[in-house]
């Protein structure tokens, strides 16, 4: 087990400004657990690209004797029982959520300066492949009415999207089914991806696919347009 710094300290102490800004800006969200914390860690460590502790690779987080010495080197954060608040409450539309979060966002427009170009609106939706059947108007006292359909149950498929204030969208990100095929994005439109996913909903693993996918297409308006 690790017990010794990972991290140099501008590196650690970046990792622990990240987990302060969270704990800041959680609008319909959770503060970070200790083991979000430990796994973010192992991911971080990963992303800078050098050899990585055996033990945080084959767990992939860190382990829990290098996440004490990490609080006890960061005496400005710890460990917190956070106060039970309703999904309603944390992000209804009262006068002291609304003033934090435009606060929060003046400081980001006035630190980075965004244009309209870089406003993105990411959602996803859910679509069965077997459509919903219309109730139809048909003669008293037939027993059955029939309407054209497939006679299978459907497949949940999940689109992810996004689009910019000025119009600019990315392609299609799909995950259907267990098992990906290329052939689910026949006739998708161009640059269309997608990732296999047994439920059909998007899950922390899915979402890093999709993070990717959007800055790769997001490169395509940045060249052509000259967006920053």
């Known amino acids: 087990m690790t017990t010794g710094k990972i991290f140099i300290f501008k590196e650690e102490e970046d990792l622990a400004e990240y987990v302060k800004r969270v704990s800041d800006v959680y609008f319909g969200l959770e503060y970070l657990s200790p083991k979000e914390v430990r796994e973010f ?3 971080f ?4 690209k050098r050899k990585v502790t055996i033990s945080w690779e084959e767990n992939q987080q860190a382990g829990e004797d290098w996440f004490s010495l990490f609080l006890k080197r960061n005496s400005s954060l710890s460990i ?3 106060e039970a608040t309703s999904l309603s409450q944390a992000t209804s539309s009262n006068k002291t959520n609304v003033a934090a979060f435009f606060k929060l966002l003046t400081q980001c427009y006035d630190k980075y300066s965004f244009g309209p170009e870089d406003i993105w609106n990411m959602d ?3 679509l069965s492949t077997v459509q919903k059947l219309d ?7 037939f027993k059955q009415i029939g309407k054209m359909t497939s006679a299978e149950r459907g497949t949940l498929v999940t689109l992810a999207v996004a689009a910019s204030a000025i119009g600019n969208k990315i392609p299609l990100f799909i995950f259907p089914r267990v098992n990906f095929r290329d052939h689910f994005l026949n006739r998708a439109p161009k640059g269309s991806t997608g990732c296999c996913n047994p439920s059909g909903w998007m899950k922390k693993e899915h979402f890093m696919h999709f993070a990717e996918h959007f800055v790769d297409k997001r490169k395509t308006y940045t060249t052509t347009t000259g967006q920053s």
């Open 135 to 141: 109730r139809v108007v048909a003669r008293r006292g």
């Open 41 to 43: 860690a192992c991911q």
């Open 124 to 126: 996803k939706t859910g």
């Open 45 to 48: 460590d990963i992303s800078l």
């Open 80 to 82: 917190r029982g956070p």
